[in-house]
């Protein structure tokens, strides 16, 4: 939530969770730099709405999440785990008191305390999961900071110079896998370049032959006048191979 005042709606807050039979579970401030404050509540669950509807006058909501979870299924688990654990106690005890070796004690008092041991874990864990059924959990971060505030959180010069390095050289790994998954492949190109090259060498294209030229003094032949003797008329102007150099 953004307030007007972190630590005024901190003590309003406690305050809320106290008028409702609750408490402050932990709280964490930075009333310096950032303005902000962390709560953690604990209140009875039929007055969970009514505390978070308290808290909501406090101030601007920028997320809500609420949620909840069944433990039904893990109290019953824990308290037949631990009633299995108590009967095998008991029945150590009674070992215990009728063993007639030392070897026998010692044997049977080592499994006692790995039960009594497992005793004492599995009735913290009954109490915690008995507390969270007891009592709601509200988790609260009052801060001052608006969006125009500058985000203190980029990183400096050196936490950027040292990102861009580690991104260079995951760069310069990168390519050397790429160059390393290729180098296989290396001799069968270079097989394929070498036949080819020697297959053009072999076979080379030959040129297409291009049609005569005449000199442009030439000029083009006229055509036959189609008379008996099958000789062709000049022009005037026309040169005679005779008279070509």
């Given amino acids: 939530m953004r307030v007007g005042d972190a630590a005024q709606a901190t003590q309003e807050a406690t305050q809320l ?12 401030s930075d009333l310096e730099g950032r303005q902000e404050a962390r709560l953690t509540l604990k209140v009875p669950p039929d007055k969970f709405e009514s505390v978070l509807a308290s808290l909501a006058g406090l101030g601007r909501a920028l ?8 433990v039904t299924e893990e109290v ?4 037949g785990r631990l009633k299995t654990a108590q009967a095998s106690a008991d029945r150590l005890r009674a ?13 049977v008092e080592g499994e006692l305390a790995k039960r009594e041991s497992e005793i004492e874990s ?16 509200i988790h609260v971060l009052l801060t ?21 390095w580690v991104a260079l050289l995951n760069v310069l ?25 020697r297959y053009r060498l072999r076979h080379p294209r030959r ?19 189609g008379g008996p003797t099958g000789a062709s008329e000049r022009s005037p102007t026309e040169p005679t191979p005779a008279d070509l150099p």
Avoid: Y
């Avoid at 019953?76 to 308290?79: F, L, P, Q, S, T």
């Avoid at 070992?95 to 007639?100: D, E, K, P, R």
């Avoid at 001052?144 to 861009?164: H, I, M, Q, W, Y």
């Fill in 17 to 28: 969770s106290k008028d409702a039979d609750g408490l402050v579970f932990a709280q964490s």
């Fill in 63 to 70: 997320e809500r999440d609420v949620k909840a979870q069944d």
């Fill in 144 to 164: 001052e900071r608006t969006d125009l505030e500058v985000n203190r959180e980029l990183p400096g010069f050196l936490k950027a110079l040292r990102a861009g």
């Fill in 95 to 107: 070992l215990l008191g009728s063993a007639t070796s030392t070897a026998d004690v010692v044997a």
């Fill in 173 to 197: 790994l990168a390519i050397v896998a790429v160059a390393g998954f290729l180098l296989p492949f290396t001799p069968l190109a270079l097989g394929g370049w070498w036949v080819v090259r």
């Fill in 76 to 79: 019953v688990d824990v308290e």
């Fill in 207 to 225: 040129p297409r032959p291009h049609p005569p030229s005449f000199p442009p003094s030439w000029g083009t032949p006229p055509p036959t006048d």
């Fill in 122 to 137: 599995l009735q913290g864990r009954l109490r915690v999961v008995n507390s969270q059924v007891e009592m709601a959990t």
